[in-house]
Every structure is written in structure tokens, then in C-alpha cells.
């Protein structure tokens, strides 16, 4: 018989891994620790030997409902006013290994929530549910810094993943998560020198490396997919040839699919939109995942339902 | 069979050793061994060699064909080409040949049944940024085992469709009846296993159409049929190794790509089927497959909202990574404009353009509408990079005289590049209407304008 040879690449990098969330035995209150990242080899290759952590899901709890969209909330109901009941309901019905809270009301343009207010969410999240939590501040750079501040010394001993830093705005963020040993985003703007850079800068500063995942930016589905689709394969291909400054794990936040126009529309012709609306994200995060997502955070149960039962396969069930 | 399979890329000394030798400069190059090097380096053609030996060219043109092959299925406009790809990964080239759909229907479903299924394919179409996105081929499925049952349905579908159509039935007779059939239609017949293999082999040679090799137990078994058929006379060979899971289905096929286009085994560079299904679980395997290789994917059945993320997901992947999908930069009259009709800009990438193009449709309201040249970056992208400065639209404005077109002396720009607003005023003389960030805004503000 003829023999197909199996095209095992000899990948000299190896990418590194994170934890987030703490246990009692490292001090924190965690249920279970969330470890990402640590392939050897392209997405989803087992004869490549890559796949050592499962990729692991986020579900999006924001503190207040202002760019909200209708049509997600329905599978929430009123949960989504209180983000303690919104994150237990991520967690006890859908199953996700973390909570990704957004404080988006800290925004000095809106509501403007004191920093103070914000950590007590996070205090609250955090003794609700038993699992690790990625927190985000509003995108303003002034107000970020002191919102993350406060809420890195509430979290001090959970290990949060904080989100994020950027080229021009990185000292407060990651200044916050040095102190209390929190994970930290490293955002970069679709493009892989970026996405070194930043890296890079936060080493320099004195970020450890274990401590960093990269927010490459991820487009969504008919809105700049493909570019991401590459430039996550490349940042890839390029830490497994050896690029130390782009050996760590990668967050996707897919809830950007929302935002595509399509994905929410009433219209007839194009189908049922709470469907179309659910695989627009799954799709979203399905393309994250081919290309090298380690973590992604996500809107949608029925999509977050989708993604899991694809990795469920794709790491060898049936 | 043996390993004489694996065929490396010859390099330049390897070639040389083929040739003959003579240095007699008939190739327009000095020596042979110079002609070896531009033949390695594909600057040369072969035949340019008087004196090469019959055994050398097809040594060496085995080795030169292209590393997945082109296969043909329909005819005319709707046709459809799979295969030759050459690269593992968007980004280090592009993907040519999207991922063909198929919507299968059973030969045991009522005559009722077939049309609507027949309808239902071809509804499963949406224009999308000036592309038409849909359904490609429609297969035919031997479920009743009945070959006139068969070779009927076959007949009155093709008559019913322009799209390209596949054949499923592992039974040589059934095949030869439907396919004789349709046969000008060059349907792709689905097709040879381990049992059938010859008898199949025979139809498709005989009705020169495309055939699936399905042999699911391993890539090795595949391989052997593969060549099996191949020595029958078939030359357009597509591949099914019946993916059980997802891991199954990435992985054969990047396996089989990577050791095709690499040139590590040339046994399997042909198109990959892949038998869907119904159901979520078949969209999940359409989705990795639009991503890892799949080059035909056949759904028993598929709803609009799931097919329209598929099908963009498949636009989006085989976009060219170094051209946007862009449309012409010029001034579009937009629902029959006059002197009087607002002018606005926006940018030549599609989405951008289609996206503003649809809202302004749906407010019915006529208006000029100026796509600058931004080589196809959307209206944010295009600012960030300066491909999109005051300076460039004024320029844009003179050239096509758009303050002809529209006189009321004032122009609305997307709201996220207010920031240009004073100098595109001065620089034009127009008064500077800052719209919506959104330009689903734009309806409500051209009805105030009215
Ligand atoms: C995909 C993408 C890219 C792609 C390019 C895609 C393309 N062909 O344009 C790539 C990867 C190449 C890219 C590169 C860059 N990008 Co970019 N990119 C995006 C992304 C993810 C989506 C853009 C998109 O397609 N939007 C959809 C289209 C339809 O939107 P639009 O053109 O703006 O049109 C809307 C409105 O403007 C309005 N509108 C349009 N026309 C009109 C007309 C009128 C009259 C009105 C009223 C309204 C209106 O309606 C439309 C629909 O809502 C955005 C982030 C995001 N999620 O938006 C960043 C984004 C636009 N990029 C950004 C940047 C900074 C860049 C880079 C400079 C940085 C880099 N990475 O190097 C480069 C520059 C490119 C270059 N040098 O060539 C920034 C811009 C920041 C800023 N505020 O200036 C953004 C916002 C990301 C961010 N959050 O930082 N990018
Ligand atoms: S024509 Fe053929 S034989 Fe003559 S130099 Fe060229 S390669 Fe050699």
C-alpha cells in the first residue's frame, strides 16, 4: 500500500502559557484556575502535538446597558440588569470557564462611575461566582488608569486578566497589574509588528511574559474578518519559528460581530435573526480559533453553545 | 505501488541529469546546464529542447504539474473550477478557487418535494458588496437504489437548474444511466470505492465526467484507489475520506494540502468533497472546511441564516489579501438626482460604499454621492493611514465636477472624520454638513434637509 507521508512540521517556538484566576491554595478564592496557550504546533494539528489547553470561553457581563443590543439580551431576560445575576447565569446555565466584565459605566462621558463603584462590581462578581475574571475598563485612558487601579487591589489575590494595554497607553494598566500579580491584554491594532511592539514594551517595563495575552484585534465576520483571519496565522507562524516576543496565549473578543449590521437586521429574506445573529458570532469565533485564539470572549449563549460543541470535535470527540 | 510516488521538486541538477547534453544551444541558452537552471526556476519551458527524451518529459512533467489539480464540473457561466491552489495560508499568496456549495436532494422524495428543494437552492442567493453570493451545484442522491428512479430524477432536475450537478450513487449501473443522461451537463459523479472502483472508473471515462474517490478508512487506502482509478483513465479525480469529526476533517485536509502543495506526495493533489449533512452540525463542518481546504461542500439541507454566515465567511476568506474588494472611484447619482439633490462623500472600499449606497436607497432620496480613491480602505482605516485628507476630496470634487451636479453649495461627510469639516470648507468653498458616525443615520438626515 502506498504510504502518505503526515507533514509534521519541526517547529522550533512553543507558546507560552497563562494562568488566570487563583485558588485557595495560591491565596485566592477561585474555584478552578483557567490555563491557556502552551501549542506546540498550528490550531487544532494533534499530529503536530499541539493542543494542551483546551481554548476556554469568556461570556460578556457588562455594568450597564447603554450600547447594548435588544435582541442578546433575550437570552438573559432581566438578569442583565444586575451583573452579579448576569455572570451567575453565565455560569450556572451556560457553563463558561469566565467572566469577562466590562465597566463600561465608568465612561466620564456617560455615566461616570467612580472607580470605587466599579471595583465594588468586581468585589460583588467576584463573590458570586467561582470562576477566574477578565475585566475591562471603558477606553478612556485617564479613567482607566484609576479605575484598573482600584480594581487590581480588590482583585489583589484572585490573579484577574485586565484588559488592556496599548502603545500609547500602557504604564498605568500594566503599573496595575504588577502590583497585585494580575494577567494583563496586550492590545494591538491588526497588524503583527503591533502586536511585538507591544509586547515588548511591556517586557521592557517589566511585565513577565507569562503574565501577557495578546488582543490581536479580532474583525468580525463581513467586516475585516479576513484580515485578522492572516494576521492571527502570521503572529502564529511566527512564535512557533521562534519569535519569543510573540510567544503568548491570544484573547478574541467575537461580541465586535454584533456589531456587523447583517448579523442583526429584521429581514425576511435573510432568515431567522436570533439564528443568524448566534452563528454570525460562532463564525466569528470559529475563524478566531483556525487562526490561533487561545481565549475568546463572547456575547452570545447560543454562539458560546456552537463554539463548544466544535471544540468538543475538533479536540477528538465525537 | 511504491514510494516512486513521492516526487521532490527537481532541482536544477536534477533536471540537467535528464537532459542530453549536447551544449548545442538550440534552447536559446548557452548550455544545458543553464537551461536546467532556468527550467528549475520555471523562466523555461521544456519543449524549447528539441533533443529531451520522451522518458525525461514525463519524468519531468509529472513534476511540473500544477500541485492540486483543476477539475471542471457544468458548463457554461455557472460552471464551477476547483482545485489548484498553491498555498497553505491566505496571507502568503491567496486562495483562487472558492469553496463550491451543494444542495442535495434524495431520488426518493416526491416529485412535489424535488421542486421546492430545486427552488429552495436556488433562492439560497444574496448580493452582497456587488457580489452575487450562492448556492453552486445541486446533487442528486440514489437513495431509492432504483437506477431509472435515478437517471429521471436526474434528467427532469437538470432541466429545472442552470447549476452545475453532482451524482451520489455507488452503484456502477444506476451511475452509467444518469450520467449518460446529463452527460453534456458534465455532472460530477459521486462515485468510486473500494467495490465499485472499475465499474465506476469506466462511466466516468466513458461519459468523460469528474469522479469522487470516497474511501474513508485512511488517507493510505485513498491514495491506492486513487491511483487505481487513475490507471482506469480518469484524470479528474475529486477526493471524499468521508470526515467522521471535525479533528478528522482539519486535519486529513491540511494533510493532504500540505503534502500537495510542498510537493512531499503527489497521490492526492486533487479537490476535497465533503459530505455536510443536515443541521448544525453540518454548518460547522462547512465553516472549517471554507477555512482548511474543503473545495466542495454538500448540505442535505441549509436555512437562510445559516447560509448567509457561510457564504461571507467564504467571501471574506478568498478576498485577495493584497486587494480589497473595491468599487470604481468616480460621482454616483443615486435615485435620480438633480441641481438640486445634497452631495455626499465616502470611500471606495465595497463595504463601506455598499453599506452607505443601501441606506441612501432605503430614505429614497435622490443624492450625489463622491467615492474617493482610498484603494479600497474603509472611511476610519483610510483616515488613520492619510489616504483619506480634505486635500484628496476636494481634489476628487474638481475632477468630477460635482459642484456642477449639486448646487446647493454644500456637502454632508461621514460624522467619523468631522475633524476635517474647516478645512474641506475652505479648501471648497461648500458649507460642511458633519452626518451620522453611522450612516444608517443618514436617512433621518436627508429628510430633514428636504
Ligand atoms: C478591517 C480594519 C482594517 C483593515 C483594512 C480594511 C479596509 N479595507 O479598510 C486593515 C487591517 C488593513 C487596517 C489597517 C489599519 N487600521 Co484599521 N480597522 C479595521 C476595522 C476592524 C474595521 C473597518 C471596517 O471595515 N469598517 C466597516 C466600514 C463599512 O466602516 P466605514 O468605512 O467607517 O463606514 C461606516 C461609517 O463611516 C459611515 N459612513 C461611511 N461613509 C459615509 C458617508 C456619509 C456621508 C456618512 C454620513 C456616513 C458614512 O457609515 C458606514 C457604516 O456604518 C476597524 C475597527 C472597527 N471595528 O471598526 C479598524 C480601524 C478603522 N483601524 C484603525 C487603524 C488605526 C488602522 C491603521 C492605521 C493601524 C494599523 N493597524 O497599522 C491601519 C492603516 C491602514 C494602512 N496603512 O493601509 C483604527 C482607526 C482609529 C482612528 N480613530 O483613527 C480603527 C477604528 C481600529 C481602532 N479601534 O483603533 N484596518
Ligand atoms: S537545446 Fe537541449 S541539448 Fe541543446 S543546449 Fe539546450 S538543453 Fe542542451
Redesign the pocket.
Known sequence: MVEVPIPKEKWTGKIGTTIIGATAEDGGTRGKKVVIGGETGMPFLSFEGSIVNRPAIAGEVIDTLRDYPLLARKAFGDAVEDPVQWSKAWVEKYGVDLICLKLQSTNPEEENKSPQEAAETVRKVLAAVPVPLVVYGCGHEEKDAKTMEAVSNIGAKERLLLGHAEESAYKSIAAASMANNHALIAF????IN?AKQINILLTDFGVKKENIVADP?M??LG??LE??YS?NERIRLAALMGDSMLQVPMVCDTT?AW?A?EATEENDKLGDVDVRAAWWEATTALAALVSGADMLIMRSPKAVEIVKKALHELLGGD | MSCSEVIEVPTAMEIFKLLPKKNCGECKFPTCLAFAMQLANQKAKLEDCPYVSDQAKATLAASAAPPIRLVKIGTGSNAIEVGDETELYRHEKKFFHPTAYALIISDSSSDDEIKAKVEKAHSLRFERVGQLLKMDMIGIKNDSGNAERFAAVAEKVSKMTDLPMILVSDKPDAMKLAASKIAAKVPLLHGANLSNAEAMAAVAKETKCPLVVYEDTSLNQLADLVAKVKTAGVEDIVLDFGAKTLKDLIEKSTIIRKISVKKIFRGLGYPIFVYAGEGERAILRGLISTMKYGSIVAFDDIDPATALPLYVLRQNIYTDPQV?IQVKPDLYAINNPNEKSPL????N?S??YF??VG?IEKSKIPVWLQVID????????????G?LTPEMVAKALEASGAKNKSKRGEI??????ARMSSKLQELTGLKVIV????????PK?LKSLE
Open positions: 494591538s491594532n491588526l497588524d503591533l484585534l474583525a468580525s467586516m475585516g484580515y485578522s494576521v465586535i456589531k449590521r | 480589497p455626499l462623500f465616502t470611500t472600499f463595504l463601506t453599506t452607505v441606506d482610498t484603494e479600497g480602505l474603509s472611511v476610519m482605516t483610510a483616515f488613520a493611514a489616504k454632508i461627510i461621514p460624522g467619523m472624520v452626518g451620522p458616525k453611522e450612516s444608517s443615520g443618514l438626515l
